[in-house]
Structure formats: C-alpha cells, structure tokens
C-alpha cells in the first residue's frame, strides 16, 4: 500500500508556472506507476499525466502535450508536474495517483490517490 500526498498548488496568473509534488510513503514506491489527474467543477476526473516505473516510459494528454511535464525520483519517493504557461481551463483540482503495472489513463487504473491539491489561474 503506498498513500500520496499532493503539494504546490496555488493561484497563479495565465502564463506563469507552477510545480506540483506528490510525497509517497512506503518502500515500495518505485514498483508503481504513478499519474495525475485532475478534476474541474461540474467534470469528470481526467487524466493529464502518467510516468511508468522506471521514469523513463512517460504518457502526457494531448490538452496538455507541450506544456506539462512529469517526472519522478525513486530515492525521494517523489512524483512531480511541472506546469508551463497555465491556462484559465488548467484550474481544476489535481489528484496524484499511484498504480501496480503500467501506465493508465483511466481512473480505474489505479488503486491509490492522494487528496488533492487546487491550481487556480486567472485571466
């Protein structure tokens, strides 16, 4: 069992940047795959990111493709997004999420998720 713990949300204008973190417990963190999510008012929980085990196998949603980008440290048992150029429609909550095998891009791929951390940006 891994549990995830987001960081680095905040308010932001249109264009700045951000870089959220995902803290996992556990010695086993790097047998997972991890990914974001991330979820708007009134709309399905979507999927923005995904990196595989090793750090190397990396999965990135065509709406964000270019200007986000996940990577991982297995010693620091760490996930993070790096978010460029933010738009007003990248406001949403942001979940980390930590699945056994591969990469997925449906929320029923993976079994554990963080709380949640909120990115608002203003126009």
């Known amino acids: 069992q891994v549990q995830l713990v987001e960081s680095g949300g905040g308010l932001v204008q249109a264009g700045e940047s951000l870089r959220l973190s995902c803290a996992a417990s556990?010695?086993?963190?790097?047998?997972?795959?991890m990914g974001w999510f991330r979820q708007a008012p009134g709309k399905e929980r979507e999927f923005v990111a995904g990196?595989?085990?090793?750090?190397?196998?990396?999965s990135i949603a065509d709406s964000v493709k270019g200007r986000l980008t996940i990577s991982r440290d297995n010693v620091r048992n760490t996930v993070h997004l790096q978010m460029n150029s933010l738009k007003p429609e990248d406001a949403a909550v942001y979940y980390c999420?930590?699945?056994?095998?591969?990469?997925?891009?449906?929320?029923?791929?993976?079994?554990?998720w963080g709380q949640g951390t909120r990115v608002t940006v203003s126009s």
């Open positions: 999420a930590a699945a056994l095998g591969y990469i997925g891009v449906t929320t029923e791929d993976y079994a554990y």
């Open positions: 556990g010695r086993t963190f790097s047998s997972y795959a």
């Open positions: 990196i595989d085990r090793s750090g190397y196998g990396i």
